[in-house]
């Protein structure tokens, strides 16, 4: 018996067949890779990119890698968009930077002190400009320039009315003053380029208590109108908790809405100086903590009835430094539009003081004078010539 020896390999054809013919696709591959390369030397990508596709499909040349970056057509975004969120690249691909928008550069118009108040550069008309059409047209003529709004008193301290009003109450109280119409004062202004502004007192009024004294402050025991004998010469008020005088001066708000007038300056919004001797025998709310709530339903009730006008309410900026601050309140809980407050600072610093009397509605200054002096560098005000 004849023992075969161990170790020995037996090579089959097929296997040296099949290892010679990867040789040869090899070599053949590198080969066709060099000539690709001459031709994209000399014609470009564009040409040798049909002739890539081929070799790839009939698997001579490896089909690209998936991190292989490439610029799209539009074309070939659209159809991109569409492939499921699993066939996109990796987080780790470098992705476009983000572009931040530049910091906005604080002005006071962008800043509005809180929030951004109106462009205002504007001037108080004096009552006594509307006493005849000569007087107003000449008011007109004798404007400052860059004047953009004119605020004109229509309803002023005491009561009084300075335009013919159709308010039946303000004829029967005696208040009407002057008897411009309304629509030729807002037309005539309108026509010089200029914003008509409406100056309305609200509750400094002592007209039209006294035809109608339910509403004003009542002595509790005898009915009378409470007086206030804190001035030289004793005055009347009207009342917020009132609804006559909520329905009176909502009347005069929807009057000059409906003559065109779209920024209505509530002024005059406070309560009297109650002598502590007076509270009992008055309303509870006067002595309410809270009780600047009943002029925020004044003013909403206004609003109510002049429903497409901006609202600003007037405040004397001293006054609210010195601890008088229910009308801001009133004016916050609103919300105003705007605070429109006086003053006369001589620094930068005692400007900044008014400017932050709100903590959220912004604040535009109304300054004493024909003039702004130049140090304050004001961008938003109004004008209060001296008398």
Request: some cysteine; glycine content about 6%; overall charge negative.
């Amino acid at each position: 018996m004849k023992i075969k020896p161990k170790g020995t390999k037996i090579y089959r054809r097929k296997d040296r067949i099949a290892y010679h013919k990867k040789i040869r696709q090899d070599t053949g591959s590198a080969v066709v890779t060099l000539l690709i390369a001459g031709v994209l030397g000399f014609v470009g990508y564009s040409a040798g990119k049909p002739v890539i596709a081929f070799l790839q499909e009939r698997n001579f040349l490896a089909p690209p890698s998936a991190y292989h970056q490439k610029t799209l057509s539009a074309e070939e975004v659209t159809e991109t968009s569409a492939v499921p969120e699993e066939n996109f690249e990796p987080e780790s691909l470098p992705t476009e930077t983000e572009t931040i928008p530049p910091t906005e550069i604080e002005t006071e118009e962008n800043l509005g002190f809180v929030q951004k108040a109106p462009s205002i550069q504007g001037y108080l008309l004096n009552e006594s400009s509307l006493m005849t059409e000569a007087a107003f047209h000449e008011a007109l003529e004798q404007l400052p320039d860059g004047i953009s709004h004119l605020l004109i008193p229509l309803k002023t301290k005491g009561g009084n009315i300075w335009y013919a009003t159709s308010v039946k109450d303000a004829a029967r109280s005696n208040a009407v003053q002057a008897f411009l119409p309304l629509t030729q004062i807002f037309q005539e202004v309108s026509a010089k380029g200029i914003e008509p502004v409406a100056m309305l007192n609200t509750l400094e009024d002592s007209v039209f208590p006294k035809n109608s004294p339910e509403a004003s402050y009542l002595i509790q025991n005898s009915g009378e109108v409470w007086t206030d004998k804190s001035t030289a010469d004793p005055v009347l008020w009207l009342s917020p908790f009132s609804s006559l005088t909520q329905d009176y001066l909502s009347a005069f708000a929807e009057e000059i809405e409906t003559a065109g007038f779209r920024t209505i300056v509530c002024d005059g919004l406070a309560f009297p100086n109650f002598p502590r001797t007076d509270l009992p025998s008055l309303d509870p709310k006067c002595s309410e903590s809270d009780r600047y709530q009943y002029l925020t339903e004044l003013l909403t009730a206004m609003r109510e009835k002049a429903p497409e006008s901006v609202f600003f309410v007037r405040v004397d900026g001293n006054s609210v430094r010195n601890g008088d601050t229910e009308a801001v309140s009133a004016a916050e809980s609103f919300p105003a539009d705007c605070l429109l407050v006086s003053g006369s600072p001589d620094t930068q610093e005692e400007l900044q003081n008014l400017k932050e009397i709100s903590g959220s509605v912004p604040v535009i200054l109304e300054y004493p004078g024909d003039t702004v002096p130049e140090n304050l560098k004001l961008k938003s005000y109004v004008l209060h010539p001296q008398e």
